[in-house]
Structures are given as structure tokens and as C-alpha cells.
């Protein structure tokens, strides 16, 4: 069976446009897979309420896993006194 350039020809255009049509189908796919689709209003994040909310649990993780060394510290004397506080 002999192939000529034409039937050649339209089988590499089937073929590819099957291909574009599985690429397409796919980009589809991965754009469905990581939209967020969210109904009703989303709640914002309020910074202020949630310390306020949290404040007690806040400060005792702070003073649980506060380190201090005597490298951070200042020392009183090392303040310049003409600076006005």
C-alpha cells in the first residue's frame, strides 16, 4: 500500500488536532482543579479582633518561649542622656 503526501498529510492533521483538543481539555482540567469557587461573602481576616480574642493565650506563649540573654539586654548607662524621650 503505497501512502501519498496528502493522505499523510490529512492523517498528521487528525492526529493533531486530536491533540490539541486533549491539551485543551486538560488546561481545562487544571484550571477547574485550582480555582477556589467560594459561595456567599468570605470572611476577612481581622488582625485587632483575633489579638483581642487571643490576647491572654498570646502573652503566655510569649513569656513561655521568651529567651533572654545578657546580650540583649541594655544597660541603663549605655543610653545616651541628650536624647529626649
Known amino acids: 500500500m503505497e501512502c501519498s503526501f496528502?493522505?499523510?498529510?490529512?492523517?498528521?492533521?487528525?492526529?493533531?488536532?486530536?491533540?490539541?483538543?486533549?491539551?485543551?481539555?486538560?488546561?481545562?482540567?487544571h484550571i477547574v482543579a485550582t480555582t477556589h469557587v467560594g459561595f456567599g461573602r468570605k470572611k476577612k481576616f481581622d488582625a485587632g479582633k483575633a489579638v483581642t480574642e487571643n490576647a491572654v493565650e498570646i502573652m503566655k506563649n510569649m513569656i513561655k518561649n521568651v529567651q533572654v540573654s545578657k546580650s540583649n539586654l541594655i544597660?541603663?548607662?549605655?543610653?545616651?542622656?541628650?536624647?529626649?524621650?
Open 6 to 29: 496528502t493522505g499523510m498529510f490529512q492523517l498528521q492533521s487528525i492526529v493533531l488536532d486530536l491533540i490539541h483538543i486533549f491539551h485543551r481539555i486538560m488546561t481545562l482540567g
Open 75 to 85: 544597660n541603663v548607662n549605655d543610653i545616651d542622656p541628650s536624647i529626649d524621650f
